[in-house]
């Protein structure tokens, strides 16, 4: 194997190492870092499914890890919303154009954020009408542009949901929501055997590096991680998008 067929594995995998670690300790951020650079290493649609697979995995690692602690009700009533608005998600993705999909979902996660920065939590937005529009919001981005964890990140935020149970019950959210996605694909990815490995090998990486870190990172440290990396991951769309209509004009 050549240096210049080594670099782009050594990069996936890097990618993947880095956005397996931000999960750990976040709760959420596999898609947000990582999503750009594989789609960018891969291009669009195998990059998207990659995320959507590897995320899941993630996911499911740190799930045997904290099954117990999860808020499976609370987590159930967010996800049941989720799987229903990916369905007419992946119907938008068919037919609307990617690019100016990219900039309606980035700006609507960048100015939401914002709102919820100034917004007073308050119980009112821990009830069941507010799990069903996060869901909802959430499981939608997740088929349309790879990201949602934003939506969960501004339910947590206004509902005063607690970092430490908040990191843990999405991984479950996140597994159920990203192997949903895979089914609504249907896509196999055309890469070799190495990017599978390369992938393979980062995640493992990532998940023993962000065990370590987690044991070390304060909640409230982690909560405005979250932030933004939510705000990274609209920032990103909303760029993505602009740049793709800007060239296509």
């Known amino acids: 194997m050549t240096v210049s067929e080594l670099m782009p594995l050594l990069a996936l995998g890097g990618v993947v190492c880095l956005g397996s670690t931000t999960q750990r300790i976040t709760g959420v951020g596999f898609a947000l870092v990582a999503a750009p650079f594989i789609t960018l290493l891969l291009g669009a649609l195998d990059g998207v499914v990659i995320v959507n697979l590897f995320g899941s995995l993630t996911s499911l690692i740190f799930l045997f890890q904290v099954w117990r602690d999860v808020e499976y009700r609370k987590i159930l009533t967010l996800l049941i919303p989720a799987l229903i608005c990916a369905v007419p998600g992946a119907i938008v993705v068919a037919f609307a154009p990617p690019d100016l999909l990219a900039v309606v979902v980035g700006g609507a996660v960048v100015v939401a954020l914002t709102a919820s920065l100034f917004a007073r939590p308050s119980d009112a937005y821990s009830g069941f009408a507010s799990r069903i529009v996060a869901g909802g919001t959430s499981g939608f981005m997740n088929v349309t542009a790879g990201v949602g964890g934003p939506a969960m990140t501004i339910y947590a935020v206004v509902s005063r949901w607690p970092q430490e149970q908040f990191s843990k019950s999405l991984q479950f959210y996140f597994f159920v929501l990203g192997i949903g996605s895979l089914l609504m694909k249907r896509h196999i990815p055309d890469i070799s055997v190495w990017h599978w490995v390369a992938c393979g090998v980062g995640m493992v990486l990532g998940?023993?590096?962000?065990?370590?870190?987690?044991?070390?990172?304060?909640?409230?440290?982690?909560?405005?991680?979250?932030?933004?990396?939510?705000?990274?991951?609209?920032?990103?769309?909303?760029?993505?998008?602009?740049?793709?209509?800007?060239?296509?004009?």
């Open 207 to 249: 998940a023993v590096l962000g065990r370590i870190l987690a044991q070390r990172v304060k909640p409230q440290h982690a909560r405005w991680a979250v932030i933004g990396l939510a705000y990274l991951g609209g920032a990103s769309l909303l760029g993505r998008g602009i740049l793709g209509l800007a060239g296509a004009a």
